[in-house]
C-alpha cells in the first residue's frame, strides 16, 4: 500500500488537502504504472511471450518503465514511436534512447498514425509466422489484460481511507492514456458512487475520453460479473499541449519540490499540481482532498532547462 499524508495547500473548503505517493517506492522504475503490470506481466508469461511491441510517443512512461519490467523477465520490447526521428533528446525521449538499440525503434509518422494498430498487428504476425510469439501492447497498456493490477489502486485508496479514519470526497489525477485512473475510478465508483472525481486530460479530448469510459466500462463489468452504470461523477480538466513542458509547468515542479519535497514529471504531475491549486484557489471543495502523485522521472530530462527557471522563493 503507497502511504497518504496531509499537504499544506490553502483552499476555501473545510477539509485538508492530502496526496498519495505512489512514487514512494522508487523513481523511475515505480508508480501508478507498476501496478498494471502486476497482471499483465503473468498473462505474458503464462503465454509464452517473447517480444513485446508497444506502442506510444516519445514521452511515454510506459515506454520507459515496461521495457525495464519486462527485462526482468526476459522479455524483449520492440518499440513503434509517434513522430520523426527529430524529436529532441529530452525527458522521457532521452531514457527511452538510453534504453534502446536503434533497432529496437520503429518511428510512425503522425499521418500514418491513426493506422499504428494494424500496423503492430502486421509486424507481430509476421513474427508469429516465423515462430516468435510478440504481443502488442497498445499505448498506456490500455488493454483488459492490465485491467485487474489497475483496479488495486482504489482498493489502497480504500485502505488508505479505513487507516487514516477518513473518508475523500475528491480526488484528482492525471491521465495520458487514461487507463490506470479510469480503472480506479470505476472500482472506486462500485463503492463510493458520489466521489467526485477531477481528471486531467494530458492527451485526448472529452469525446476520446468518454469513449475509452465506456470501453473500460464493459471490461470492468465483464471481469467483476456486475452490471452497473456508467459513471458521471468526474470533472474534466484539459491541458492542450501534451508533451510539451512550458515555463509555468517547470515552475510548478520546483513549487512542490521545494515547498512539498515532492519531485514531480513536468510532463505529468507537474501540470496537475497546477490544476489542482488553481482549482482551490477557484473553488470551495468540501470535504478532504486526495491528489494522486502518480511517479515519472522525465524531468531528468529538462534538468538543464528547469536550471534557468530556478530561482529562490
Not at 526482468?72 to 534512447?97: C, K, P, V, W
Not at 490500455?142 to 485491467?147: E, G, I
Not at 466500462?217 to 480538466?237: D, S, V
Not at 509555468?248 to 519535497?261: E, F, I, K, P, T
Request: hydrophobic letters at 45%; a neutral charge.
Amino acid at each position: 500500500m503507497s502511504p497518504v499524508h496531509t499537504i499544506a495547500l490553502s483552499h476555501a473548503g473545510d477539509g485538508k488537502v492530502w496526496v498519495k505517493r505512489e512514487d514512494a517506492f522508487g523513481f523511475g522504475f515505480a508508480g501508478t504504472k507498476m501496478r498494471k503490470y502486476a497482471s499483465l506481466i503473468p498473462f505474458m508469461l503464462q503465454n509464452a511471450v517473447e517480444q513485446a511491441a508497444l506502442i506510444g510517443g516519445a514521452f511515454s512512461n510506459n515506454l520507459v518503465i515496461l521495457p525495464q519490467v519486462l527485462s526482468m523477465y526476459g522479455i524483449r520490447s520492440q518499440l513503434f514511436m509517434r513522430g520523426e526521428d527529430t524529436t529532441a533528446l529530452i525527458g522521457n525521449h532521452f531514457l527511452i534512447r538510453l534504453l534502446h538499440r536503434q533497432q529496437q525503434i520503429r518511428w510512425v509518422s503522425r499521418s500514418d498514425w491513426a493506422y499504428v494498430d494494424e500496423i503492430v498487428a502486421a509486424y507481430a504476425a509476421s513474427e508469429w509466422a516465423k515462430g516468435r510469439k510478440v504481443m502488442p501492447v497498445p499505448e498506456g497498456a490500455f488493454m483488459p489484460q492490465a485491467l485487474p493490477g489497475a483496479i488495486t489502486l482504489a482498493d489502497d485508496i480504500h485502505r488508505n481511507e479505513a487507516e487514516q479514519e477518513l473518508q475523500f470526497q475528491h480526488i484528482f489525477s492525471d491521465a495520458g492514456t487514461g487507463f490506470a485512473t479510469l480503472a480506479a475510478m470505476l472500482h472506486d465508483v462500485a463503492r463510493f458512487p458520489n466521489r467526485q472525481w477531477h481528471i486531467l486530460l494530458l492527451a485526448d479530448d472529452e469525446i476520446t475520453f468518454r469513449h475509452k469510459l465506456q470501453q473500460m466500462h464493459a471490461w470492468y463489468c465483464t471481469y467483476q460479473q456486475l452490471a452497473m452504470p456508467i459513471p458521471e461523477n468526474f470533472t474534466l480538466y484539459r491541458h492542450s499541449a501534451f508533451g510539451k513542458v512550458g515555463q509555468s509547468d517547470l515552475l510548478s515542479v520546483q513549487h512542490m519540490a521545494r515547498n512539498h519535497g515532492i519531485i514531480c514529471d513536468p510532463v505529468y504531475s507537474g501540470k496537475l499540481w497546477a490544476v489542482v491549486q488553481q482549482t482551490l484557489q477557484q473553488q470551495a471543495l468540501d470535504g478532504d482532498i486526495l491528489v494522486l502523485q502518480s511517479g515519472g522521472a522525465s524531468v531528468m530530462g529538462y534538468n538543464n532547462t528547469l536550471s534557468k527557471h530556478l530561482h529562490d522563493d
